[in-house]
């Protein structure tokens, strides 16, 4: 027998030490999201923390850790002042990957089912007869053998056809996604920062198709007045704006992105905070913030009847409790055939990313 030694855990000597220059970095990278990229906000706002709490050591100082960020090429200069790297805007798509992951309650596998079985990608638990032309990789050895052991016991064992047993499999699908990100102005009012959130939940999501869904597209919108296209790697720099909400202008340019993308499986993530309060008549401006408008609110229910014809689902995740916010969405849902989540600014990315593994589907017409 082998003997044992119990002896107290001693974080020193067995757990996996963290340096100080991994502890700045983990912070340092928690503070970019806050300040929309903005290294040098970020840095101020680290130097202020080390004032308080002495973060650094005798080791390294916030100088040495910036001197060490531009050296691993996490940080340069650009005209006297600090900016952050392409390589540190994927470091925060991953950050913010790993956040939603450890909220997840499931962890999948990282492909998308569909509801069709047959010779497909992902194994199932389920199980059939073994038929001529099967994947032998399928084979569900365990039910195999005990059909065999059932019909002749161990006295007599052998395999015949009739004892084996495959697993089921789910068809794969690709899918196209447009997220949309509210930018305007009351995503930042009250006190409370929606924006952040937002942010990170859609470089989660950005980070999770370029890993796991390959064949997937995503495309971000940010709509205000208006509505624009944002790149994946500006991501980190996006800021609300004194903007109203144009939802339908954002509805219409993530429909014809869709349009451009020519994939059948299609959706729209909606994040937003507010009713609709504006949208374009005639090439000016419409605004009105006062409650629900129906000239406004008429105009986005057409777009998501528009949508629903064209296939496409809209889900829309409301991050504020607004009365108005409820009515509109209530319709607009209806309207589209989709669907509507009440998310919490800290479970933003979990309800988010649920809702893209667990309802993407192929439709056959």
């Given at each position: 027998?082998?003997?044992?030694?119990?002896?107290?855990?001693?974080?020193?000597?067995?757990?996996?030490?963290?340096?100080?220059?991994?502890?700045?970095?983990?912070?340092?990278?928690?503070?970019?999201?806050?300040?929309?990229?903005?290294?040098?906000?970020?840095?101020?706002?680290?130097?202020?923390?080390?004032?308080?709490?002495?973060?650094?050591?005798?080791?390294?100082?916030?100088?040495?850790?910036?001197?060490?960020?531009?050296?691993?090429?996490?940080?340069?200069?650009?005209?006297?002042?600090?900016?952050?790297?392409?390589?540190?805007?994927?470091?925060?798509?991953?950050?913010?990957?790993?956040?939603?992951?450890?909220?997840?309650?499931?962890?999948?596998?990282?492909?998308?089912?569909?509801?069709?079985?047959?010779?497909?990608?992902?194994?199932?638990?389920?199980?059939?007869?073994?038929?001529?032309?099967?994947?032998?990789?399928?084979?569900?050895?365990?039910?195999?053998?005990?059909?065999?052991?059932?019909?002749?016991?161990?006295?007599?064992?052998?395999?015949?056809?009739?004892?084996?047993?495959?697993?089921?499999?789910?068809?794969?699908?690709?899918?196209?996604?447009?997220?949309?990100?509210?930018?305007?102005?009351?995503?930042?009012?009250?006190?409370?920062?929606?924006?952040?959130?937002?942010?990170?939940?859609?470089?989660?999501?950005?980070?999770?198709?370029?890993?796991?869904?390959?064949?997937?597209?995503?495309?971000?919108?940010?709509?205000?007045?208006?509505?624009?296209?944002?790149?994946?790697?500006?991501?980190?720099?996006?800021?609300?704006?004194?903007?109203?909400?144009?939802?339908?202008?954002?509805?219409?340019?993530?429909?014809e992105i869709l349009r451009r993308r020519k994939n059948r499986n299609k959706q729209i993530f909606m994040i937003t905070d507010g009713k609709p309060s504006c949208h374009f008549d005639q090439g000016r401006?419409?605004?009105?913030?006062?409650?629900?408008?129906?000239?406004?609110?008429?105009?986005?229910?057409?777009?998501?009847?528009?949508?629903?014809?064209?296939?496409?689902?809209?889900?829309?995740?409301?991050?504020?409790?607004?009365?108005?916010?409820?009515?509109?969405?209530?319709?607009?849902?209806?309207?589209?055939?989709?669907?509507?989540?009440?998310?919490?600014?800290?479970?933003?990315?979990?309800?988010?990313?649920?809702?893209?593994?667990?309802?993407?589907?192929?439709?056959?017409?």
């Open positions: 027998m082998v003997p044992y030694k119990y002896v107290q855990w001693d974080p020193e000597r067995h757990g996996a030490k963290t340096t100080t220059f991994e502890q700045l970095f983990d912070l340092f990278q928690q503070l970019l999201q806050y300040t929309a990229g903005d290294a040098n906000e970020a840095l101020n706002w680290l130097t202020q923390l080390d004032e308080r709490y002495s973060l650094t050591d005798s080791e390294m100082g916030i100088g040495d850790f910036i001197e060490e960020l531009k050296a691993r090429g996490y940080l340069r200069e650009n005209d006297g002042s600090i900016e952050i790297t392409a390589k540190t805007e994927r470091s925060l798509r991953a950050r913010s990957l790993e956040e939603v992951f450890r909220q997840l309650r499931k962890g999948g596998t990282g492909r998308h089912p569909t509801p069709f079985e047959g010779k497909g990608d992902e194994r199932l638990p389920e199980t059939r007869p073994w038929k001529f032309g099967d994947d032998p990789h399928l084979l569900n050895i365990t039910d195999t053998l005990s059909n065999s052991y059932r019909r002749g016991g161990l006295d007599d064992w052998s395999l015949e056809e009739e004892d084996y047993v495959l697993h089921e499999t789910d068809h794969q699908s690709n899918q196209s996604t447009v997220l949309m990100i509210d930018l305007s102005h009351s995503m930042i009012l009250y006190g409370e920062d929606r924006i952040t959130p937002a942010r990170k939940t859609a470089m989660a999501l950005s980070e999770l198709i370029l890993r796991r869904y390959a064949k997937d597209t995503l495309d971000i919108v940010a709509f205000g007045d208006d509505a624009w296209e944002v790149s994946i790697k500006d991501l980190p720099y996006l800021q609300v704006g004194p903007y109203h909400t144009n939802t339908r202008a954002g509805l219409q340019r993530a429909r401006l419409y605004k009105n913030v006062f409650g629900l408008d129906r000239k406004i609110v008429n105009k986005v229910l057409d777009e998501a009847v528009i949508c629903r014809r064209e296939g496409i689902t809209i889900t829309t995740f409301m991050i504020a409790r607004d009365p108005y916010l409820q009515g509109f969405v209530r319709q607009l849902t209806e309207a589209n055939h989709g669907r509507a989540y009440y998310a919490d600014l800290n479970n933003l990315g979990e309800f988010l990313f649920e809702d893209y593994v667990r309802n993407r589907r192929k439709r056959l017409h």
